[in-house]
């Protein structure tokens, strides 16, 4: 490891290698650090290709330095802001009674309807 990096720090780099787990990003001549996968972006990432190019230049912060094993674990995710899932939180939640009695009263009252259908149709 070449300079000494500090947790918090925020840099920028150029992305060196991507594996399926993660993206290597060079810090400096001597020193990559390693963005995992769940610190690519908010969400899910299926593939890393998707979001990241050998080349690339990338801000990152770092989240953890092991100077005994020189790793440095990198994120680029607390660098974006959080997407607003307001859409979840302004609505009332229903409790699952109330949700079963909605959906039960369409789904019994159909089939009491074809229940008589079906017995005329059985020959009873």
Do not use: C
Not at 65 to 83: F, M, T, W, Y
Not at 85 to 100: A, C, F, G, I, M
């Amino acid at each position: 490891m070449g300079k000494k990096y500090e947790v918090g720090e925020e840099l920028t780099g150029k992305v060196t290698g991507i594996q399926p787990y993660g993206a290597f990003v060079a810090l400096d001549e001597e020193t990559q650090g390693l963005v995992h996968i769940s610190e690519i972006t908010y969400g899910y990432v299926r593939d890393i290709n998707d979001y990241l190019a050998v080349g690339d230049e990338v801000k990152v912060k770092v989240l953890e330095v092991d100077h005994g094993a020189g790793k440095i674990s990198l994120s680029i995710r607390v660098l974006q802001e959080e997407p607003n899932n307001n859409h979840k939180t302004n609505r009332p939640r229903k409790s699952l009674q109330d949700r079963v009695k909605e959906h039960d009263s369409e789904g019994f009252n159909s089939l009491k309807d074809k229940l008589k259908d079906w017995i005329d149709r059985s020959g009873y």
